[in-house]
């Protein structure tokens, strides 16, 4: 018997029972192998997020696209992410995930190809958009892993996921300004929907079959959204951290291009595409957050990572605007040296904030795996939003000095609002 509309959305925000949580398909056991092919499947299909920005030029005149339009190119990519978090990836607890994530991945694949045909710059827009809406897929395959690893594993599984993803982000502009400053714009987004295209068949042929236990019909599967958020307390802690984190990581990345295109540095994009590489190194400590969190020393992993992204901060603040009395003019090789070390630092603990975010709430509902995942990279991504355009601000009034302000503001944050989260918790237990 069918359960009445208003209840449903609570009946499906309910707690699971503990013991369906670490179970998975039988014989889907996440390896090490399939690990690493997650990992390299979203490092992959996120780089169709964020590598329009260096292209916006290059597409922007051969589609005869007016200045104040050209923003568009770098932003509805991620506009079209936000709309596909919250109308596609709900279907994952609704619909048979392997064929979701088939479906969803040729779908961009195809977009991607419209995209490098286009002769239209309304046509390029349209497909870009739709390619970042289904690039959504990303956060279907996070949680899809999640599920095949036992318990004690959770944090490792996600957080080896998330290395790829974030290597993906941070490696996404170099890529592009190589292939398009070598083969062109409409070759990059050729390769990237051959890429998808591939790796939807690869994916078809790996997964399991894992259909949800949900039986709402989808616009309820949407009305349960607000319900999660509103009930689900670790939910809107560990996305108001990530937010907070993610404004410090968009504030710094926002703006270091222009800081090295000025003296003393004075580097080019094969410069800056070399620093980038050089910061991403930063990730490779997400499978360690994740091992940790499953260790029990969550807590600490989180003081700690919070910490390093206030030194960070600090020392970009040093290395670039010559706080605590040092010239970068004057030592411009150590300068370049500390910035590199600060990106590097500054991603660790972002990443590991977000890894161990990443295993907390996939800890919380079984059957809402999928949505809990697409409200808390939806916040995530707002808070990043928010970093970039007060980062912009920043740097127009006050050069990089106001970008690292801005950084620490939300590195602080994250700091302050972790601890009295962390003393209140204590507190009611």
């Known amino acids: 018997m069918n359960q009445p509309a208003d209840t449903c959305p609570r009946s499906l925000a309910a707690t699971s029972p503990p013991q369906p949580q670490s179970a998975a398909p039988p014989g889907a056991a996440l390896s090490t192998p399939l690990t690493l092919f997650f990992a390299a499947a979203v490092g992959v299909i996120v780089v169709n997020l964020t590598a329009a920005q260096p292209l916006t030029g290059p597409v922007s005149r051969a589609l005869d696209l007016p200045p104040e339009l050209a923003g568009l190119i770098a932003m509805l990519p991620q506009l079209g992410y936000a709309a596909g978090l919250l109308l596609l990836v709900p279907l994952c607890d609704l619909l048979e995930n392997r064929r979701l994530i088939f479906r969803t991945l040729v779908c961009c694949a195809v977009l991607l190809a419209l995209s490098s045909f286009a002769r239209s710059g309304w046509m390029f827009l349209a497909s870009v958009f739709m390619a970042g809406a289904t690039s959504s897929v990303i956060q279907m395959l996070v949680p899809m892993a999640a599920s095949m690893a036992p318990e004690s594993r959770r944090g490792r599984a996600v957080g080896n996921v998330m290395s790829g993803l974030m290597l993906g982000i941070l490696l996404s502009r170099p890529l592009a300004s190589v292939i398009a400053g070598t083969f062109g714009w409409r070759a990059f987004y050729g390769i990237e929907a051959f890429a998808d295209a591939l790796l939807a068949v690869v994916l078809y042929v790996q997964l399991p079959s894992h259909a949800p236990q949900a039986t709402a019909r989808y616009p309820?599967?949407?009305?349960?959204?607000?319900?999660?958020l509103r009930t689900e307390p670790v939910l809107q802690r560990r996305a108001a951290l990530a937010a907070l984190a993610l404004g410090a990581?968009?504030?710094f990345w926002t703006a270091i291009a222009l800081r090295l295109a000025q003296p003393p540095f004075s580097l080019g994009m094969q410069g800056v595409a070399a620093f980038a590489l050089a910061g991403a190194t930063g990730a490779i400590v997400t499978p360690l957050a994740g091992y940790l969190g499953d260790r029990g020393a969550g807590r600490a992993t989180q003081i700690v990572a919070h910490l390093v992204m206030i030194a960070a901060v600090l020392v970009l603040g040093v290395a670039g605007a010559g706080w605590g009395g040092f010239s970068p003019t004057a030592h411009p090789v150590a300068a370049l040296a500390l910035l590199v070390a600060g990106a590097a630092a500054l991603d660790a603990g972002v990443?590991?904030?977000?890894?161990?975010?990443?295993?907390?709430?996939?800890?919380i509902n079984p059957a809402a795996r999928g949505r809990l995942n697409a409200l808390f990279v939806g916040i995530f991504f707002v808070g990043g939003a928010?970093?970039?355009?007060l980062s912009g601000v920043a740097w127009a009034k006050a050069g990089w000095s106001g970008v690292c302000a801005v950084a620490l503001g939300f590195a602080v944050a994250v700091f302050l609002f972790g601890f009295t989260d962390r003393a209140a918790q204590a507190g009611r237990q």
């Open 220 to 228: 309820e599967l949407l009305r349960s959204l607000w319900t999660l």
């Open 386 to 389: 928010i970093g970039a355009a």
């Open 249 to 251: 990581f968009s504030a």
């Open 351 to 363: 990443i590991a904030d977000q890894t161990l975010g990443r295993r907390a709430i996939n800890l």
